[in-house]
C-alpha cells in the first residue's frame, strides 16, 4: 500500500509542484520509503513529468521496490499502489517471453506488462490497483484503476495539464485542487452519506471510476475507457446449494491464499460473523497457529461481540487480540478520526479503531470481510427488494404528491415509513428504489438544505456495475447496484483511509474478481434461500450452521452522541450552521430529531453532518 501523486503537462507548470509537499501530505499512506520523479517528453520538451511515491514496504522489502520505478531503456516510469495477487503467474509469463527482472515485487510485474502488452496488461491483473505509467517518448500519461474501486483514485485537469493522487488531501496540498467544495458533490454527500464516483467533494476534481483507464497525451484531454465488466454468465436456475459450494469452495480458497502472501505480519478483523469467521477458518488453513486475529470490544454489552469472536478465534487457535474501546478512549481520538477524513463520510469510524488496534500489535497488513454482505446477499434489503420493485411498480405515478402521501406529511413520519412511502411514488426503475433504500437525507431535504441545488442537482446518483447481468432477478440486481454504490463509495473508501491513516493495509478478499464473478453467476434464490443467513458462504468456507444473528460491526454512537461525544457534536452542528451554502438551520432540527427517536438512519444523518462540518474545517475547504 503506498501514496502516488504525479502531474503530467507544460514543463514550467510541472517544475512549480513541491514533490516533497506531495510526499508529505501522503507520509501515512507510506511511511518506509518515498521518492520523486522528474522526465521530460522526448517528442516535446516542453512536456513534462512530475511524480512523487510514498512506500508501504509489504513485498520485497528491499530498496529494489523503491518507487518511481523506471525501465532499463528509460522509457516507462510507473508509481503504483495496491497488491496485484497473480503478480507471480504474470511474471513467469513475461520471464518466459525474454523479460529480466532485478526485483520480487508487483510494480516491476506492471511496469513491464504493460511495456510489453500496452493498455491491455490492466485485463490480465487480478487484485487492487492505482497506478500511473508515463511513456517518457511519446509524453503519454496512462492511469488504471482495478475492477472495484479497491483502491482510489483522483485526477484534475486544466489548461496545465492532468495531475493525480491517492487523496484529494494531496491534490489541496500541492495547490492542484480548490478548497472550495463541489455543490453537486455536496447534494450527493448530503443525500448518500458519500460522494458517489466519479464527483468528489471539491470543485474540478473527480475520481477516476473503477475498471477505467485514463489515457492523456502531453497534458491534453483525457480520454476515459471501461475496460471491464462482469460477465453475463447466469448458471442453470436448478443448481443446488451443494453443486453451487463445491464449485466456490476452491475459488473461495484461492482467493483467501493469495491475499495471505506478504513479507510482513499479517491478521484478520474478527468480529466474530460469518464473513470474517469464513477468513479466519480458511486463513487459519494456510497459516496455522502464525495468525493474528482482532476484535474490538465494548462495555455496552447490545454492542459487544467479542465472546462470539473469542469462541472462533480459539476454535482455530489463532493469535487473538480483544481490545476494549470506551467512550472516553474514542473521544480522545475524536480530532484524529475527522483528520484522517480525505472526504466527509456518514461511516467508517469503526474502521479506524479497529485498524489502530492492528497497526499498535505489529501488523502491516490485515484481512477484512468487506464485501461479503454485498456478494453473499446478507442482509434484509436483498429479500425486500424484489418485493419493493414489484410493489412499485403497481403504484399509481406520483402518489407520494397526492393527499394520501403529501410531502409534508411523508417528512414527518419515522425515516423507514417514509422511504416506504417515497418507493410507492417514484418505483420507476430500480435504481431510484435503491436510491431511496440507501438515501441518508431524501432528495426534499437535500434541496432545503443547499441553496445552490436545483432540480437536476437531484439527478440520481447511482452507478449501475452491469446493467443487463441481473435482469429478472432481484437479488442479483440488488447486490450490483450495491457493489457499485455503497460498497465502493463508502465502506471501499472508509477502509482505504482509516487503514492508511494507521499505515496498514485491508486486503478484501471476499471481493476478489475471480470470486466475485462466479458468485454473481449464481441465481439469487439460491443465496437467500433457507432463511440462514449467507448459507453459500458457510457451506463453501466449510463452517457449521448457527442460529444467531449477526449484528453487524456498529459503535456504540447513538449513546455516545447523547453523553461523552455530544459536546463535540453538537459544537460541529452549529458551525456547520454558518455556511453559507446551507439555507436555514439544518442541523437542530436533524439533532433533536435524534434525541427524541433512536432509529439507526438519525445516527447516520447526524454524523454526516457533523463529519462535514469537521472535514471543511480541517481542510479549510469554504462550503459556499
Not at 79 to 90: A, D, H, I, S
Not at 121 to 133: D, E, H, K, P, S
Not at 324 to 343: C, H, K, T, V, W
Amino acid at each position: 500500500m503506498c501514496g502516488i501523486f504525479g502531474f503530467v503537462g507544460r514543463r514550467t507548470r510541472a517544475e512549480s509542484i513541491d514533490l516533497g509537499v506531495a510526499i508529505q501530505s501522503m507520509h501515512h499512506r507510506g511511511p518506509d520509503d518515498n521518492g520523486t520523479y522528474f522526465g521530460v517528453s522526448q517528442f516535446d520538451p516542453d512536456v513534462a513529468c512530475a511524480f512523487a511515491h510514498t512506500r508501504l514496504s509489504i513485498i520485497d522489502l528491499s530498496a529494489a521496490g523503491h518507487q518511481p520505478l523506471t525501465t532499463a531503456d528509460g522509457r516507462y516510469t510507473i508509481v503504483y499502489n495496491g497488491e496485484v495477487y497473480n503478480f507471480l503467474e504474470l511474471r513467469r509469463e513475461l520471464e518466459n517471453a525474454g523479460e529480466l527482472f532485478r526485483s520480487k515485487c508487483d510494480t516491476e510485474v506492471i511496469l513491464k506488462a504493460y511495456a510489453r502488452w500496452g493498455c491491455d496488461c490492466v485485463n490480465r491483473l487480478r487484485g487492487m490497483f492505482a497506478f500511473a505509467i508515463w511513456d517518457e517518448v511519446n509524453g503519454t500519461l496512462f492511469l488504471a484503476r482495478d475492477r472495484f474501486g479497491i483502491k482510489p483514485l483522483y485526477y484534475v485537469h486544466s489548461q496545465n495539464g492532468l495531475a493525480f493522487a491517492s487523496e484529494l488531501r494531496c491534490l489541496l496540498a500541492t495547490g492542484i485542487s480548490p478548497r472550495e467544495a463541489s455543490p453537486i458533490g455536496l447534494f450527493c454527500y448530503l443525500n448518500d452519506g458519500a460522494v458517489y464516483d466519479p464527483l468528489t467533494i471539491l470543485k474540478s476534481t473527480y475520481a477516476l471510476l473503477p475498471s477505467h483507464t485514463l489515457t492523456s497525451t502531453r497534458g491534453a484531454q483525457p480520454l476515459l475507457k471501461r475496460y471491464w465488466t462482469p460477465p453475463a454468465v447466469v448458471r442453470e436456475r436448478n443448481i443446488t446449494e451443494d453443486i453451487a459450494a463445491e464449485i466456490l469452495r476452491p475459488v473461495l480458497r484461492d482467493a483467501v491464499r493469495r491475499h495471505l502472501v506478504a513479507d510482513v505480519p499479517i491478521g484478520v478483523f474478527l468480529s466474530g460473523g460469518v464473513d470474517s469467521s469464513a477468513l479466519v477458518a480458511l486463513a487459519a488453513r494456510e497459516m496455522g497457529d502464525h495468525l493474528h486475529t482482532f476484535t474490538l470490544t465494548f462495555a455496552e454489552t447490545e454492542y459487544d461481540e467479542g465472546a462470539f469472536a473469542s469462541t472462533v478465534a480459539g476454535q482455530f487457535h489463532t493469535n487473538h487480540h480483544q481490545v476494549q474501546l470506551s467512550a472516553s478512549d474514542a473521544l480522545g481520538q475524536f480530532d484524529n478520526i475527522i483528520a484522517s477524513l480525505d472526504q466527509p463520510s456518514a461511516d467508517g469510524v469503526n474502521t479506524y479503531f479497529v485498524a489502530q488496534a492492528a497497526r499498535h500489535a505489529g501488523l502491516v497488513v490485515a484481512l477484512s470481510g468487506l464485501g461479503g454482505d454485498e456478494v453473499f446477499a446478507g442482509y434484509q434489503n436483498f429479500l425486500a427488494f424484489g418485493a419493493l420493485l414489484k410493489l412499485g411498480g403497481f403504484a399509481p405515478a406520483g402518489l407520494a404528491g397526492t393527499g394520501l402521501l403529501a410531502l409534508d406529511q411523508i417528512r414527518r413520519l419515522p425515516v423507514r415509513v417514509s422511504k416506504f412511502a417515497s418507493i410507492l411514488g417514484r418505483a420507476d426503475s430500480p435504481a431510484s428504489v435503491y436510491h431511496v433504500l440507501r438515501s441518508v437525507f431524501p432528495d426534499s431535504d437535500v434541496r432545503r438544505f443547499v441553496k445552490s441545488a436545483d432540480d437536476a442537482t437531484g439527478a440520481c446518483f447511482v452507478q449501475a456495475l452491469a446493467p443487463a447481468y441481473a435482469v429478472g432477478d432481484a437479488v442479483n440486481m440488488f447486490s450490483a447496484l450495491e457493489l457499485a454504490n455503497y460498497m465502493r463509495n463508502t465502506l471501499l473508501r472508509d477502509s482505504d483511509v482509516m487503514g492508511m491513516a494507521h499505515s496498514l493495509e485491508i486486503r478484501v478478499p471476499l471481493i476478489d474478481n475471480d470470486l466475485t464473478e462466479d458468485v454473481l453467476s449464481f441465481p439469487g434464490a439460491l443465496k437467500t434461500a433457507a432463511g440462514t443467513s449467507k448459507r453459500l458462504l458457510r457451506k463453501a468456507a466449510g463452517m457449521t450452521d448457527e442460529a444467531r444473528v449477526k449484528k453487524g460491526f456498529l459503535l456504540p454512537l447513538s449513546r455516545w452522541f447523547r453523553n461523552e461525544w455530544r459536546d463535540r457534536v453538537e459544537g460541529l452542528l452549529r458551525d456547520l450552521g454558518r455556511h453559507e451554502i446551507l439555507g436555514g438551520d439544518v442541523t437542530a432540527p436533524v439533532w433533536h430529531s435524534f434525541l427524541r427517536s433512536g432509529e439507526p438512519i438519525l445516527v447516520s444523518r447526524v454524523w454526516c453532518l457533523a463529519a462535514l462540518s469537521g472535514w471543511s474545517a480541517t481542510n479549510r475547504v469554504a462550503l459556499t
